[in-house]
Nanobody, 124 residues
Framework: QVQLVESGGGLVQPGGSLRLSCAAA????????VAWYRQAPGTQRALVAA???????????NYADSVKGRFSISSEYVNRTVYLQMNRLKPEDTAAYYC??????????????WGQGTQVTVSS
């Protein structure tokens, strides 16, 4: 069982920045793809960003159109952590954010393992 722990959420003003972290207990991100999802109350969970495993020579990074140019997904495998840097935040970015990871088999998201989520609230 893979455990993922998100952190870094909080309250931020519009235009501000936050960096979310997804930490794993084991060194999995060299083989696992990772995605960030978000879900606001009353809405369906939506893919925000995804990054392929480090060993995938065709490693792909994808972003939802709504966050392109503002959010950036990255990984530090030594620290067993994947990050979501969120800049120029908007009120509509308010949601619970979830880390999702699993073997890199070419899928885009909906991997096997989920974290517990971290809340991001963008409000003045």
């Amino acid at each position: 069982q893979v455990q993922l722990v998100e952190s870094g959420g909080g309250l931020v003003q519009p235009g501000g920045s936050l960096r979310l972290s997804c930490a794993a207990a084991a060194s999995i991100f060299n083989l696992y793809a990772v995605a960030w999802y978000r879900q606001a109350p009353g809405t369906q969970r939506a893919l925000v960003a995804a990054i392929g495993s480090a060993r995938n020579s065709a490693r792909v990074i994808n972003y939802a159109d709504s966050v392109k140019g503002r959010f950036s997904i990255s990984s530090e495998y030594v620290n067993r952590t994947v990050y979501l840097q969120m800049n120029r935040l908007k009120p509509e970015d308010t949601a619970a954010y979830y880390c999702n990871a699993g073997p890199d088999d070419g899928r885009l998201g909906e991997y096997d393992y989920w974290g517990q989520g971290t809340q991001v609230t963008v409000s003045s």
